[in-house]
């Protein structure tokens, strides 16, 4: 069987040892690479391509969200899997949405580990198995929210982009140069249309579905 070849990025150094101990134990696996940030991360990504990257979230200089954004971005040829103490949906749903393999919370055995590396390895896609019903919910409720979202006209989301960001009616009337009284008559229909009752539901909203960015 070929070995594996596995980069670690964890600021702690004490996680990435004990990583690379219980990774290379067996001979399964060979840890080539080590980072200790984001940007430490990607500079060695430049010069070497391991078979499987062990990414933390929280990292300095760049977590690991943006380093995952950064390497879909360019196409690099590489599995990840996500390995972190984060079990809250929104960091395994933004993590989804960007392209990861695997996402695997920290307290896991390292049965489970091996067995999420050698799942990602093989191109099937691996997450947290105590995970899956609340994504799966949190799908059901996105999708729900699109079907809401594809309801809106051009001008009313705009309108609602503009209300997420905490602009009044006067200052949306402004910058789209329409009147105030056809902002008010869009934000009925924007309130309707998402079933919210007022402008902190239409924030929450729009922040859930990646309409703005805080």
Aim: aromatic residues 4%.
């Amino acid at each position: 069987m070929k070995v594996i070849n596995v980069m670690i990025a964890d600021d702690h150094s004490m996680i990435r040892e004990g990583l690379k101990q219980l990774l290379e134990l067996e001979g399964d696996f060979k840890v080539i690479a080590e980072a200790c940030d984001g940007e430490d991360c990607l500079n060695k990504l430049a010069i070497q391509i391991p078979d499987i990257l062990l990414l933390d979230i929280n990292m300095p200089k760049m977590n690991g969200l943006e380093v995952l954004e950064k390497i879909r971005s360019t196409n690099m040829k590489i599995k990840v899997l996500v390995l972190t103490v984060h079990n809250e949906v929104e960091y395994l749903l933004k993590a989804v949405d960007i392209g990861v393999n695997g996402y695997l919370v920290k307290d896991s055995g390292s049965a489970e580990l091996k067995k999420a590396i050698f799942s990602v390895i093989n191109g099937e896609d691996y997450i947290q198995p105590s995970l899956i019903p609340v994504l799966n919910s949190k799908m059901i409720d996105r999708n729900h929210d699109n079907e809401l979202i594809e309801e809106l006209t051009r001008r009313e989301l705009q309108v609602l982009k503009l209300l997420a960001v905490g602009k009044y009616n006067k200052e949306v009337a402004e910058e789209l140069e329409i009147s105030e009284r056809t902002v008010k008559n869009h934000v009925s229909n924007i309130f309707k249309k998402i079933h919210v009752t007022d402008r902190t539901q239409a924030a929450v909203f729009a922040i859930r579905n990646n309409l703005i960015t805080i």
